[in-house]
């Protein structure tokens, strides 16, 4: 059995960026619904820096994460997202430690 994949970005917004960038979140959430192997995806914000949000995307495994990387979906959000950013993105990439 291939072991769920799980993503967590952090991404902070430029000020002026903020709205912006939760829009253009919340349609690429959307959108990836729509994907094979989709499992989840929560986006959330910082409460201590309302700037700052927090996605969570839930794959059914590598594989198919990689197919959601090379979809129209993820290339048209990657091509944009980067202008509402103050800072870089941080990407962490996660597999389960156990079963449930």
């Keep these: 059995m291939t072991a769920e994949f799980d993503i967590t970005t952090i991404l902070t917004a430029k000020a002026d960026q903020q709205e912006a960038l939760q829009q253009a979140l919340l349609h690429y959430a959307d959108q990836s619904k729509t994907e094979e192997g989709y499992l989840a ?3 959330g914000y910082d ?3 309302p700037p700052r949000f927090i996605l969570n995307e839930r794959w059914q495994d590598h594989a198919a994460f990689l197919a959601h990387e090379k979809s129209d979906i993820f290339q048209d959000f990657a091509s944009m997202f980067k202008r509402f950013l103050e800072k870089p993105l941080l990407s962490v990439f996660s597999v389960p430690l156990m079963e449930d």
């Design 47 to 49: 409460k201590s820096q």
């Design 41 to 43: 995806f929560h986006i």
